[in-house]
C-alpha cells in the first residue's frame, strides 16, 4: 500500500503484475474503488478551506481517474472544481513533476508560485519535482517519511491551514499552525 499511495493504479498493476492485461486489471481496481465509498469523508478543515479559497484558485490534482475523482468529491461533500488534473489526464503520474505543472497551468500560475497540499510521499516528491512548495498532512505518514519526501511544512490536516487574505496580484497569505 505505501508504494501505490498517491501514484497512478495503472503505474503500481504494471509494476507488480508486468504480464497481466494492465488496462482490464485497472479498470476492475477503479470499479472496486468506486463501490467502495463507506470510508470516503473530507480531512477535517478540508471544506472549509476550500470554502475560504477564491473557486478560480485551487484546483485538484489526483493520482486517480476522473470518474473516481468525481465519485469521492462527491460522497465526501467537497466542491467540484471546474478544472481538474487526474491520471487520464497525465502521461507521467506522481511522483513525476507533470501532474503539479499541469494543474498550475490549468490555473494559468507557475508551479513555482503555487502551493501543493498532499499527504503522499510520491505526491509530495511530484511537487516538489515541480518547483511549488508543499504542505504536507499528517494524516497518513509519519512525520520523517513526509520530511525525507521533501515536505517545506508538516500539519496535522486541512484543519491546521488558514487562509489570511486574498490580494489582488493573486496572492493568497495561508496560515499554518500546528497542533
Same mark, same amino acid.
Given at each position: 500500500m505505501h508504494k501505490a499511495h498517491g501514484r497512478p493504479s495503472l503505474s503500481t498493476i504494471r509494476e507488480l503484475l508486468p504480464d497481466a492485461d494492465h488496462? $482490464?486489471?485497472?479498470?476492475? =481496481?477503479?470499479r472496486m474503488e468506486i463501490e467502495d465509498v463507506s470510508d470516503v469523508i473530507p480531512l477535517p478543515g478540508?471544506?472549509?478551506l476550500?470554502?475560504?479559497?477564491?473557486v478560480d484558485r485551487w484546483t485538484v490534482v489526483t493520482s486517480c481517474t476522473r470518474r473516481l475523482a468525481l465519485v469521492r468529491l462527491r460522497v465526501a461533500g467537497l466542491p467540484v472544481?471546474?478544472?481538474?488534473?487526474?491520471?487520464?489526464?497525465?502521461?507521467?503520474?506522481?511522483?513525476?513533476p507533470e501532474p503539479y505543472s499541469k494543474g498550475a497551468r490549468l490555473l494559468?500560475?507557475? $508551479?513555482?508560485?503555487?502551493? =501543493?497540499f498532499e499527504d503522499a510521499p510520491a505526491g509530495i516528491r511530484s511537487g516538489k519535482a515541480a518547483q511549488s512548495r508543499v504542505v504536507a498532512f499528517r494524516t497518513t505518514e509519519r512525520d520523517e517519511l513526509l520530511r525525507e519526501s521533501g515536505a517545506d511544512w508538516i500539519v496535522k490536516d486541512a484543519s491546521a491551514v488558514r487562509v489570511g487574505g486574498v490580494a489582488n496580484d493573486n496572492a493568497i497569505t495561508l496560515l499554518l499552525r500546528d497542533r
Open positions: 488496462d $482490464a486489471e485497472n479498470a476492475e =481496481v477503479e478540508a471544506t472549509e476550500l470554502a475560504a479559497l477564491p472544481p471546474e478544472k481538474m488534473i487526474t491520471s487520464t489526464d497525465i502521461v507521467n503520474g506522481k511522483p513525476h494559468g500560475f507557475a $508551479a513555482q508560485d503555487c502551493v =501543493v
